[in-house]
């Protein structure tokens, strides 16, 4: 499973990093940065959460 | 008795005290039957669908934030970067984002919390205080003060002056009496032009003051500020700080008071939070989208545009419905009832887009830390027997909401 995030849709509401921080960090200015694209198997529910909960629709993931 | 909505005409009335006190019917009602519809009086436009309430917000070349001198808030210029779009609001955002962000609010969490435990040393063993001028107005004033650097003696006077802006009537009833019609509005508009101009001559001075002395606040940092190599001028600092001031103080007493009204009357769910408080984070999120305190954003009309058949015409002041749009049962599972433990939450409380709220950081941590240590200290509440909360339009705040607690509460 890889995460995909689109910085052109990305606004800094910051769900991402707040709910799935092992995954999504965050920029100086709040917006979405990856920890890394592969997801560990440990963390697919991580994953799914930062992407359901992003308003703007900004992460996608891509199943294997 | 008058329906709100009146679904026959398509006509809601959003400055009316029942639906202040529970907008939620409201809202169901007119995103099944209405999702335009005309607010009564002013025949605006009102959009309260999710889709179409979130497109609005994406597109700001049609819905124009540029809404200064419809609204008259005592501005002599635009609030920066509310009230302006891209591409200028975007530079500004540059700039301010990195002040307001998640991991520099944190900062902020120690005055906060020390702020939150002195409110309460005041009344707790009194058994009841009536929350939103003993707590919900001070804590947020509070936190703007710490931010900027400004001293905490000054809060009393940004209280006041947030007022005259906001509430002329509130902040000075006397000079309102016997007033009606155009004289009535005629008086808000010279208070609150007043009021606009000690808010720039009080900022002015803090102004100099760090150009000639640098301290470490947020202050200091936007008059030496750059975008682009270039300084912020006197006007963009001033039209930046009206903007902190009017956005970051009403916004979260509001919320405090909603939040804690719907936690008086739900005791289920306090005594959730109060057992468990790693509930709270989402228990805020989940308050945010449920009472959704700032109701709807403004937005002028830039070029004709027809959503769902209704004609949007270039110059309408268009009303985006956040609070109506956040309970849409088309994005949320079990739209109409309120779970601390919502899996997916995608409410636009704080609006979406570019303009997303800049203080949504700011105003989470202050929610989150106000709900822990009030529910740590004062876990069991109740509304005072006998007494109904009041709630204000168009920004929710609580404005009476009198509560008791232990031997409060028998008395």
């Known amino acids: ?64 | 008795m008058r329906k709100n909505p009146d679904l026959e005409k398509g006509e809601v009335s959003l400055f009316d005290g029942e639906f202040a006190r529970c907008p939620q019917p409201v809202y169901a009602a007119l995103r099944d039957h209405c999702p335009v519809s005309r607010a009564s009086l002013t025949g605006a436009p009102v959009i309260s669908r999710y889709d179409d309430v979130m497109w609005a917000l994406r597109h700001p070349e049609i819905f124009s934030s540029a809404v200064d001198l419809q609204l008259a808030l005592g501005t002599e210029r635009p609030m920066i970067p509310q009230q302006i779009d891209p591409p200028d609001q975007t530079r500004y955002r540059r700039l301010l984002d990195p002040h307001f962000s998640r991991r520099k609010m944190e900062e902020l969490v120690p005055p906060i919390r020390a702020e939150a435990n002195a409110l309460i040393d005041r009344f707790e063993k009194d058994g009841g205080v009536e929350f939103n001028e003993e707590f919900a107005v001070p804590l947020p004033c509070s936190a703007f003060l710490s931010l900027l650097g400004l001293p905490k003696s000054d809060l009393d006077f940004f209280l006041g002056l947030k007022d005259g802006i906001i509430r002329p009537q509130k902040s000075r009833p006397e000079l309102f009496e016997g007033l009606s019609g155009p004289e009535h509005m005629a008086k808000g508009k010279e208070l609150r032009a007043e009021s606009g101009r000690q808010i720039y001559e009080y900022f002015e001075t803090v102004i100099d003051d760090r150009t000639a002395t640098r301290r470490d606040d947020l202050m200091t940092r936007l008059v030496h500020a750059e975008i682009e190599g270039e300084k912020l001028s006197r006007e963009e600092i001033l039209d930046i700080c009206f903007l902190l001031l009017l956005a970051g103080l009403d916004t979260v007493t509001a919320t405090l008071g909603c939040n804690v009204a719907y936690l008086a009357e739900n005791p289920e769910q306090r005594r959730s939070i109060a057992a468990d408080p790693g509930l709270i984070p989402g228990a805020v999120e989940e308050l945010l989208r449920w009472e959704t305190p700032v109701t709807a954003v403004p937005r002028v009309v830039k070029k004709d545009v027809e959503i769902r058949g209704f004609k949007l015409k270039e110059g309408d002041l268009a009303t985006l419905l956040l609070g109506a749009a956040n309970i849409d049962d088309a994005h949320f599972e079990g739209a109409e009832s309120v779970d601390f433990e919502r899996g997916r939450n995608i409410h636009v409380a704080f609006g979406a887009g570019p303009h997303r709220c800049l203080g949504s950081h700011l105003a989470r941590m202050e929610l989150q830390v106000a709900m822990e240590e009030w529910h740590r200290r004062i876990p069991d509440y109740w509304v005072r027997e006998g007494e109904t909360p009041r709630y204000s339009p168009g920004i929710r705040e609580v404005m009476y909401l009198p509560l008791v607690w232990g031997a409060g509460a028998s008395s």
């Open chain 1, 1 to 64: 499973m890889k995460l995909r995030v689109d910085l052109a849709k990305c606004v800094g509401h910051g769900r991402c990093y707040v709910l799935a921080p092992d995954l999504f960090d965050e920029d100086d200015r709040g917006y979405c940065v990856l920890r890394h694209e592969q997801v560990p198997p440990d963390q697919v529910d991580q994953a799914r959460l930062g992407e359901e909960n992003c308003p703007e629709g900004a992460i996608s993931i891509q199943e294997d």
